[in-house]
């Protein structure tokens, strides 16, 4: 059997590649004509409402790359646009691709300005005087706007340096996501609910930290850190008293929970979006630090404390389930919950507590992401899937497991970036989570039981 | 208050071609969750595969949209075998999420820009419809009535895409009822029963997916004639969840559920959120619903309520058998 279960993951793997035929290229027509009434009513349905670089029909846009020549994208660089005379048509933000662009009302001259400030540490502007452009927008055909960055003819990182580099980034972000993924893993272990809303828990943390942190009282991160963790803890407690205990009680079936927690997750994203909004927001601290250089990798202060707090926290977790009570009752509730029931375990406190840990384990990991990168209303479900890949490489139901499949993942977006587009890394991870699934469904650390 | 305005919208909305490419969509869903009980979150994905096999072979190729339409249904009915091959023997939940994965990675890769010479990258293909509205045999004037009005190419796009959804319901439902459609019913029931009845489970589960999948292949395809582009931030995760909305409320399971959900879901969604708009133009909102992006959130707020108190207090939809779609744990 699993012989045949390889042979299906190779045909899969040759399909999806004959699904792809080289064919060539007819060059970039621009836009098209318009052909309907784009009423403000909004029908197209699956529009986000959040700014996305999709151009519509028939409108003239600006638009182009971080850095020009797409090696390496930079994301989250501001562009703001003119008319020749001043007034603001709009700005814009480059997404993971490095792309950007913003429609402008038509044909005719604009001004394109460049946030410096937005480009990461040790990227400059090849001409740091040059921040403006002017560009003349045709009808039908995006015009591009490029700022060239970095020294001409600076040293190219070798192979093995590069390698050192990745896998410490490839580190930190599958500590973070091994955070996030404990709780979803523990909850699937108690309950064997899968928790489609555990990526908003992530944001959640995230927003309340920023607006604890930035806006509100302006607290330091870590405090308005620990206080985003409990109310997150918290709101898991909320879901588990107020949705999921009662559904039990009800017992509405887990596949039908699992359809619920999809309604709660599209409730909660945009709810967090109607308050957050739909920009990305960096904390008031730890931003713009200088790299300190450790052998082959340079990583900044912040990222080494969140590594090394993230090993903590995750080696005291394992010492939780080892040693105390409530430790050894979640496993023994995770493994069979009838037994442990029966054995006088109160489950539905086991289960309680493990959503509070797991929301607010959630909540750290969405905070230390939002301090690495921005915080945004999509990162928890942009998170969600990866941390789907982590818990089923490691084993869905085991705390270990899911710490373990979180560093797998971060390694293997990280590293791909060595080959592959950035904007592929997500893929990797993604692909790594299909083959686990075919070749080993029970996980690196899962027992063998039959789940196929 | 323009009352004549938001239930115009919410009209146009329920009538309209995106309503009709969603009907396709809840279609497909119908036949893979509704029959089969596959809880394909992918379905999207099948979409996306349609609207850039013809997007590719017409802008990209530079071949006729006739021989594009085929590849693009063809595309999705081999996406349904490859995705089907491997994962109908998991359990649900892990196809689940084997299928979201999969719709997932297929919209990175098209996006990304190492193909941007194949599929337009991160901008998409364009004008790949042309042929469709040269044939339009509708004059160039407005339709409607009162505030409902069509273009002249919205009027063509709508009445294929509603004519290809009602002939399909009508297919749908004579297989259905077929031995097929009954074997297939009994799958879904109780997979060991049917196996041992001797009938091939994973055979069926399979059928199923692939007629559903081509189905969500034909939606991708008349989403790409509709916006005579195809770009792959249209195809996220989101509308497979609208799709289950609509399916689960009109009844999955049933003949008429995925054309009644749409229709209801559309033109409530539409109605509430030109009622907010105009809310808010009067400055009858509360200061944190302002703004067109937080309304547009909030009405996927009532999408998320409706889906999530849809499954608990009325799992069978507003026409649906509670006895039918007993969802397997």
């Known amino acids: 059997m699993p012989r045949r279960r390889r042979i299906s993951a190779l045909l899969l793997l040759a399909g ?151 896998t410490a980034n490839g580190v930190k972000f599958g500590l973070i996501i091994a955070m996030a993924a404990v709780g ?22 995230a927003v309340v930290a920023w607006f604890l942190n930035a806006r509100g009282p302006q607290w330091q991160l870590f405090l308005a850190g620990f206080v985003a963790v409990m109310i997150t803890g918290l709101l898991g407690a909320t879901l588990e008293r107020g949705v999921f205990r009662p559904l039990r009680a009800r017992q509405v079936g887990l596949f039908q929970m699992f359809v619920i927690t999809i309604g709660l997750a599209l409730l909660m994203r945009h709810a967090i979006l109607i308050w957050y909004g739909g920009l990305r927001h960096s904390y008031a601290d730890y931003q713009g630090q200088t790299r300190w250089d450790l052998g082959p990798v340079s990583i900044t202060p912040r990222d080494l404390t969140i ?18 009570r409530i430790g050894k009752a979640m496993r023994a509730v995770s493994d069979n919950p009838e037994l442990s029931e029966a054995s006088g375990i109160d489950v539905q406190r086991v289960v309680l507590v493990v959503w509070v840990m797991g929301a607010g384990l959630a909540a750290l990991g969405g905070i230390l992401l939002g301090a690495v990168v921005a915080v945004d209303w999509q990162m928890g479900s ?71 | 208050m323009q009352w004549d305005v938001i239930f115009g919208n919410g009209a146009r909305a329920a009538i309209g071609p995106d309503a009709a490419i969603y009907a396709l969509l809840a ?22 595969v349609g609207a850039y096999g013809l997007a590719i072979i017409v802008a990209t190729a530079g071949l006729s949209m006739w021989i594009g339409i085929p590849v693009g249904l063809l595309a999705a009915g081999v996406l349904a075998l490859l995705m089907g091959l491997p994962t109908l023997r998991l359990r649900a939940d892990y196809f689940a999420i084997t299928t979201i994965a999969v719709a ?24 790949v419809a042309d042929a469709f509205y040269s044939i339009n045999p509708f004059p160039d004037r407005e339709y409607g009535f009162g505030v409902v009005q069509f273009s002249e190419q919205r009027m063509w796009v709508m009445t294929v895409t509603w004519a290809l959804a009602l002939l399909l319901t009508g297919l749908v439902a004579l297989l259905a009822s077929s031995p097929w459609g009954r074997a297939l019913r009994a799958v879904r029931e109780d997979e060991d029963a049917a196996r041992s009845l001797g009938k091939n489970a994973v055979a069926f589960k399979m059928q199923a997916l692939v007629v559903g999948g081509m189905i969500g292949g034909l939606a991708g395809v008349m989403f790409a004639i509709r916006s005579t582009s195809a770009n792959a931030e249209s195809f996220r995760s989101d509308v497979t969840f609208f799709a289950y909305t609509i399916l689960i409320l009109g009844g999955a399971a049933t003949k008429l559920g ?72």
């Open chain 1, 16 to 166: 999806a590649m004959a699904l792809w035929p080289a064919a060539a290229y007819a060059g970039d027509d621009g836009g098209g004509t318009d052909n309907g009434e784009n009423g403000e009513n909004g029908e197209n349905g699956e529009e986000e409402p959040a700014p996305t670089t999709t151009l519509p029909m028939g409108v003239a846009a600006i638009t182009g790359t971080m850095p020009p020549s797409g090696v390496d994208p930079i994301e989250g660089v501001e562009f703001t646009v003119e008319t020749a005379d001043g007034q603001e048509i709009g700005s814009a933000e480059t997404d993971v691709d490095g792309v950007w662009s913003v429609v402008v009302p038509g044909p005719g001259a604009y001004r394109v300005e460049i946030d410096p400030e937005t480009l990461p540490d040790g990227v400059d502007l090849t001409d740091p005087d040059r921040t403006e452009a002017q560009v003349t927008v045709f009808e039908g055909r995006p015009a591009r706007v490029l700022f060239a960055v970095g020294d001409i003819g600076g040293d190219r990182p070798t192979f093995l340096e590069r390698l050192a580099q990745n």
């Open chain 1, 184 to 205: 979803l893993s523990l909850i699937f272990g108690t309950t064997g609910l899968i928790n489609f809303a555990h990526g908003e828990l992530v944001t959640f943390g």
């Open chain 1, 307 to 324: 590594v090394c707090g993230s090993i903590i926290v995750l080696v005291a977790i394992a010492t939780m389930l080892q040693r105390t």
């Open chain 1, 382 to 452: 942009r998170l969600l899937l990866l941390m789907f890949a982590a818990v089923i490489l490691g084993g869905l139901g085991t705390a270990y497991g899911a710490m373990v499949g979180g560093l797998i993942v971060g390694l293997v977006t990280e590293i791909s970036t060595i080959w592959v587009s950035p904007s592929l890394k997500i893929v990797f991870a993604l692909a790594a989570l299909v083959l686990a699934l075919l070749v080993r469904p029970q996980g690196i650390l899962g027992r063998k039981e039959r789940i196929g």
């Open chain 2, 27 to 48: 279609i497909s869903l119908n036949v893979q969750y509704g029959y089969a009980g596959l809880l394909n979150l992918g379905v999207v994905g099948f979409m996306l």
């Open chain 2, 104 to 127: 997932e990675i297929l919209r990175l890769v098209t996006r990304s820009r190492s193909l941007e010479g194949l599929t337009g990258g991160p901008f998409g293909l364009q004008q």
């Open chain 2, 258 to 329: 995925p054309l009644v959900g749409t229709i209801i879901f559309w033109f409530t969604l539409s109605t509430i959120e030109s009622f907010l708009r105009q809310a808010n133009r009067e400055g009858w909102l509360p200061g944190f619903l302002e703004g067109s992006e937080s309304i547009g959130a909030f009405t996927l707020v009532l999408v998320g309520l409706a889906l999530a108190l849809l499954i608990v207090f009325r799992p069978q939809g507003i026409f649906g058998n509670r006895n039918e779609i007993r969802l397997q744990t």
